[in-house]
Structure formats: C-alpha cells, structure tokens
C-alpha cells in the first residue's frame, strides 16, 4: 500500500513535476496531448478565437470540434458580460488585427441574436461602421439569417449600413460585392427595405434591387454624379464582348482582332477614367495584360497582393518593367501597407504562393519576379507596423513536434502552426538583434534560421520536422545546462506539452534562481484552444496571440519591463 503511494506521488513535487500531472497547489487542467498546463483566461482564449480562428483544426481537434468548443465559450461570455464581447469583436474587426474577419462577423451574428437587449443592441448598432465592405455585410446577413429573424432592430442596422455610406462608395460596394455566401445585395435590400434619402441612394437601391436601367445609366452628356457615373461605366463594360479569334480565313481573324482591340480599348478607357475595378469587367478581358495593367494603377493594396500570379502569368510583371517597380514600390511602403490594414498573414500566403510560381488551387502558373518576391519579404516585416526593440537577450523556441504539424493557421493551405512559428522567428530576430533561433519536440536543437532567411525560406525549412513528443520546458532546461544566458524567452507553440519530467514554469523558475537573471516567458499561442503553459499568476509570463499584428510591439515592451 506504501510503496503504490509512493509510486504514484513519484514526479509530484512543487519544484520538478512530470508534465502529465499537475503541479501540487496549482489550478491545472489536461490538455489535448494527456498533459497538464493552465486553463488560458477566458477572455484571452476569445482573443484567440477571434485572431487565430478555428479552421482547419489542430493535430488533436477536428475542426468541427474546435468551433463548438469556441462558439459555446463565446455564448458563456455573451452571459457574463455579452457588451465586453462585443466591444473586444469590433475592436479585432476595426483594427484588422485578425487575417480574415469571418470568425469575428460570426460572433457578433451571434451576440445580436443570443445575447441579452444591452448586447443584442450594441451589436446591432456596431453594424454599419464595422462592416467594411459588402462581404463583411454578407458574411453577418448569412451568420445572423439562421440565428434570429429579420426583427426590426435588425433591418434598422442594415438600413444603416446601406444608408450611412457616401454615394461613390456604396456604388463600389453594390458592384464589386454583388454576391457572397449565398446571398447578393439585392437580397440583403429587399429584406431590409431602406428607405433612400436622397435621389442618388434611390436610382442606387433600384439599380441594385429592381434592375431599373434609368435615364441616368445612359452615356451622360456632362458630367455627372460620381456615383451614378460608375454605375453607368460598370453598365458599358458589361456590354463589351470579347470572342474567340477563330475563323475560316485570315481576314476574318483579322477583322475579330480588330473587334476585339477596340474593345480592349474601351475597357481601358472605362478602367482608367471611372476606376472600374476587376469585378466589374467581362470575364473574358482579365487576360489582356493591357485591362491589368489599367487596373493596376488604382489596384488596392489587398486586392494587388491576391493578383499577383495572375498579373505575372498574364506577362504584366516583366523584369525591369514599370509594372514590377510599382509593385515593389508599394509592397515596401511602410505607410501603404498600414494605412490599408494588410495583414501580415495575408502577405505571407502571398509570399509562398508566388515564390511558387502555380496557384494552390489551380493549374496556373507563372514566371516568378525576384523583386517581386523580395519586396513581399520585406513587406510581411512590414505588415506587422513599427516595433522598437526591447535590446534583451532572445532564446526563441519554435514548437515543432508532431502536433505542430496538423492544421491551417487562418485557413492557408500548407501553412501549419510548426511553419508559421518559422516566419514569426524571423521577424523577432530582425527586431531583436540579439536572438537565438531554436526548435524543440523531445529535443532541442538548432533549426538553421536566421533573421537573413527570406521569411517562405524559414517556413520551408521546419515544414515536415517532427522531433517527436512534446516537451517545452526545454528551452530553459538547455540554457540552464549550457550556461547560456537568456533574459527573455519566446516558447511559440500550440500548448499541447506532455513529455517532460518538469514543468516549463518550473524550468523558468529553476533557471531564475540558478543564474540570478529575472527571465521572462512570452508564449506565443498558436492554435485557439483554452490552454497555455504560461503561469497566470507571474508577473514575468505574458500569453500572445501568434499572428496578431499587435504581438510583436507588445512582445517588446514585456520584454523591455514596460508592461
């Protein structure tokens, strides 16, 4: 009977316990794996949620398991304080902190059909401004269609949305966004009926809603209202047709070339006169370099980085051409990049598939442009805004065990948790000058990144490791052993630790007092599951979210004792 005692409290000591049971005292709940970690503040895991989101599920956790477990947290916290909910899910869908915005739009869906009146109205009344664009729009009418119905609070908000726009640039939305998810803009203004309140919203709604073709979407004598010019342009690039070049006889071929040309021509003409942007052009025009190059020189930010395969594929950017300088010049635009709120994932997804040289989803495939690649790299350090660094010793540990390996961050194909601690590390180790990159799984060892890897190198160089089981009190039990001196420690990892004979808190702990350094412990988590291996109670633990624009600068003012 002793000596089964004995056996079972062997590993359980308030200094060195084995990661499969909890530490004696301490409130820890079992992870995934089968080992005990902390259970990550409620509100930090919807942080998690609301970054990170739940496709593609992790090694341990399908993804229709994941999204339950994170929808039933949002409907406990929609109880506790539905109007903190809220406001956290505006703030992540206004600052674009997120790299996409569906799981947010989902969990405001669900506070304005779930939630108590205060949350349901702030909800409701968050609409109109947090909403972007028509697909945000879309995404909330489809999320919200199946959680409520179409109350008069409801349509009020969506009336709002359409309503509270200026002329040119509900026109661009009604065109560009005609349809998503199931739904199209004519659906979404019969259902809310918004009453116009001026003329030109009117012949807007009716265009859109009852396909009223009036006197104004006639070629305008004179110039006229902006808005109803584009929608007039929109409606003569729509009657531009392009056909096969197939004839009988030369000179019939010759005579469709021509036709076509002049087409072209007018598109041109259309594209650069009422900035026409690529969704409301014939299909059959986007493979004429001439239309791209057009659209190129008005082309947003995001929509430029989504179309850079096709721009290369189609010979637009060329080496040396003027179409490859102006893309760079923008991608490494500091300001550009921030003021239309690119998200460093959606730069990186760029940057792996373009360096390819075929699309993901396709058979298309390109000359790839070294420049243009080179200003993608610099562009994902970009992305992430300005960070001053903290000056500290880094011993980064990139998890890249067998679990690190399943799952999409954000949906990107190929992009696994393991990968994406590779393109964070070398962003850290361009910040911090003074970082040492290491992997870990139930070994430590060094991965061969540096902060002069291209960031889709580094990524390639952990995609497929698996050291093996889980261990990450490794980075402090290694720099502790060979005497290295480490004042901060980043542990990027999905939490799911079970390996070691002591906890990763106790392996800071131990390092502590054994070197005398006051060593702190950023966790970067990086699937959006309720665990962390970071002590919530030390001062010198921080929890981040992988992949929020805002982790890096936060990173550095822990590290540097200002937060």
Same mark, same amino acid.
């Given at each position: 009977?002793?000596?089964?005692?004995?056996?079972?409290?062997?590993?359980?000591?308030?200094?060195?316990?084995?990661?499969?049971?909890?530490?004696?005292?301490?409130?820890?709940?079992?992870?995934?794996?089968?080992?005990?970690?902390?259970?990550?503040?409620?509100?930090?895991?919807?942080?998690?949620?609301?970054?990170?989101?739940?496709?593609?599920?992790?090694?341990?956790?399908?993804?229709?398991?994941?999204?339950?477990?994170?929808?039933?947290?949002?409907?406990?916290?929609?109880?506790?304080?539905?109007?903190?909910?809220?406001?956290?899910? #505006?703030?992540?869908?206004?600052?674009?902190?997120?790299?996409?915005?569906?799981?947010?739009?989902?969990?405001?869906?669900?506070?304005?059909?779930?939630?108590?009146?205060?949350?349901?109205?702030?909800?409701?009344?968050?609409?109109?401004?947090?909403?972007?664009?028509?697909?945000?729009?879309?995404?909330?009418?489809?999320?919200?269609?199946?959680?409520?119905?179409?109350?008069?609070?409801?349509?009020?908000?969506?009336?709002?949305?359409?309503?509270?726009?200026?002329?040119?640039?509900?026109?661009?939305?009604?065109?560009?966004?005609?349809?998503?998810?199931?739904?199209?803009?004519?659906?979404?203004?019969?259902?809310?009926?918004?009453?116009?309140?001026?003329?030109?919203?009117?012949?807007?709604?009716?265009?859109?809603?009852?396909?009223?073709?009036?006197?104004?979407?006639?070629?305008?004598?004179?110039?006229?209202?902006?808005?109803?010019?584009? #929608?007039?342009?929109?409606?003569?690039?729509?009657?531009?047709?392009?056909?096969?070049?197939?004839?009988?006889?030369?000179?019939?071929?010759?005579?469709?070339?021509?036709?076509?040309?002049?087409?072209?021509?007018?598109?041109?003409?259309?594209?650069?006169?009422?900035?026409?942007?690529?969704?409301?052009?014939?299909?059959?025009?986007?493979?004429? #370099?001439?239309?791209?190059?057009?659209?190129?020189?008005?082309?947003?930010?995001?929509?430029?980085?989504?179309?850079?395969?096709?721009?290369?594929?189609?010979?637009?950017?060329?080496?040396?051409?003027?179409?490859?300088?102006?893309?760079?010049?923008?991608?490494?635009?500091?300001?550009?990049?921030?003021?239309?709120?690119?998200?460093?994932?959606?730069?990186?997804?760029?940057?792996?598939?373009?360096?390819?040289?075929?699309?993901?989803?396709?058979?298309?495939?390109?000359?790839?442009?070294?420049?243009?690649?080179?200003?993608?790299?610099?562009?994902?350090?970009?992305?992430?805004?300005?960070?001053?660094?903290?000056?500290?010793?880094?011993?980064?540990?990139?998890?890249?065990?067998?679990?690190?390996?399943?799952?999409?961050?954000?949906?990107?194909?190929?992009?696994?948790?393991?990968?994406?601690?590779?393109?964070?590390?070398?962003?850290?180790?361009?910040?911090?000058?003074?970082?040492?990159?290491?992997?870990?799984?139930?070994?430590?060892?060094?991965?061969?990144?540096?902060?002069?890897?291209?960031?889709?190198?580094?990524?390639?160089?952990?995609?497929?490791?698996?050291?093996?089981?889980?261990?990450?009190?490794?980075?402090?039990?290694?720099?502790?052993?060979?005497?290295?001196?480490?004042?901060?420690?980043?542990?990027?990892?999905?939490?799911?630790?079970?390996?070691?004979?002591?906890?990763?808190?106790?392996?800071?702990?131990?390092?502590?007092?054994?070197?005398?350094?006051?060593?702190?412990?950023?966790?970067?988590?990086?699937?959006?599951?309720?665990?962390?291996?970071?002590?919530?109670?030390?001062?010198?633990?921080?929890?981040?979210?992988?992949?929020?624009?805002?982790?890096?600068?936060?990173?550095?003012?822990?590290?540097?004792?200002?937060?």
């Amino acid at each position: 009977m002793k000596k089964n005692i004995r056996q079972a409290l062997t590993g359980l000591q308030a200094t060195e316990t084995s990661q499969g049971l909890p530490i004696p005292g301490r409130d820890m709940v079992e992870n995934n794996a089968g080992g005990f970690v902390f259970k990550l503040d409620e509100w930090k895991q919807l942080e998690r949620f609301l970054i990170l989101g739940s496709e593609g599920g992790t090694f341990y956790v399908s993804e229709k398991k994941l999204s339950a477990d994170n929808a039933n947290k949002v409907l406990l916290l929609l109880k506790k304080d539905g109007v903190k909910v809220v406001e956290k899910t #505006v703030e992540i869908l206004k600052s674009g902190r997120a790299p996409k915005p569906d799981v947010a739009i989902f969990v405001l869906a669900l506070a304005a059909s779930k939630g108590d009146d205060a949350t349901r109205k702030a909800a409701l009344a968050a609409v109109p401004s947090a909403l972007k664009t028509g697909t945000h729009l879309l995404k909330f009418v489809d999320s919200v269609n199946g959680l409520r119905g179409w109350g008069r609070g409801l349509k009020k908000a969506i009336q709002l949305w359409f309503k509270g726009r200026k002329n040119e640039t509900l026109a661009l939305q009604l065109v560009k966004y005609k349809q998503r998810e199931g739904w199209s803009m004519k659906d979404v203004l019969r259902l809310a009926k918004p009453v116009p309140e001026t003329e030109v919203q009117g012949k807007l709604f009716g265009w859109t809603a009852k396909n009223e073709k009036a006197e104004w979407a006639k070629a305008p004598v004179a110039p006229g209202d902006k808005a109803l010019d584009f #929608v007039w342009a929109t409606e003569q690039a729509a009657q531009l047709k392009l056909v096969a070049e197939q004839a009988d006889t030369a000179e019939a071929k010759a005579i469709l070339a021509e036709a076509n040309q002049a087409s072209v021509k007018k598109l041109v003409d259309l594209i650069v006169t009422y900035r026409l942007p690529r969704e409301a052009l014939p299909t059959e025009a986007l493979n004429k #370099v001439e239309v791209w190059e057009a659209l190129l020189q008005e082309m947003p930010m995001t929509a430029m980085i989504r179309n850079l395969g096709t721009m290369s594929k189609i010979g637009l950017l060329k080496p040396l051409s003027d179409a490859e300088k102006l893309v760079f010049q923008r991608l490494t635009d500091a300001e550009r990049l921030r003021g239309a709120k690119v998200h460093p994932i959606q730069v990186l997804s760029a940057l792996r598939t373009y360096s390819s040289g075929r699309g993901v989803r396709s058979a298309a495939s390109w000359n790839v442009s070294t420049k243009v690649v080179e200003a993608l790299d610099e562009a994902f350090e970009l992305s992430f805004g300005a960070v001053e660094p903290a000056g500290t010793r880094h011993l980064l540990g990139l998890d890249v065990s067998g679990s690190m390996s399943g799952g999409e961050i954000a949906g990107v194909p190929g992009l696994s948790p393991s990968a994406a601690t590779a393109a964070l590390a070398v962003v850290a180790a361009r910040t911090e000058p003074w970082t040492a990159i290491m992997g870990f799984a139930d070994s430590f060892r060094n991965l061969g990144i540096t902060a002069k890897d291209r960031v889709d190198v580094a990524t390639r160089k952990v995609s497929g490791l698996t050291f093996g089981s889980t261990d990450a009190s490794l980075p402090m039990t290694w720099a502790l052993q060979n005497k290295i001196q480490v004042d901060t420690f980043v542990v990027m990892t999905d939490n799911e630790t079970w390996a070691g004979n002591i906890q990763p808190v106790q392996a800071l702990e131990k390092y502590r007092q054994a070197t005398g350094i006051g060593a702190k412990l950023i966790v970067v988590g990086m699937t959006s599951t309720g665990f962390t291996i970071a002590d919530p109670d030390d001062a010198g633990m921080l929890d981040v979210v992988g992949f929020d624009g805002a982790t890096p600068a936060l990173m550095a003012k822990f590290a540097k004792g200002e937060i």
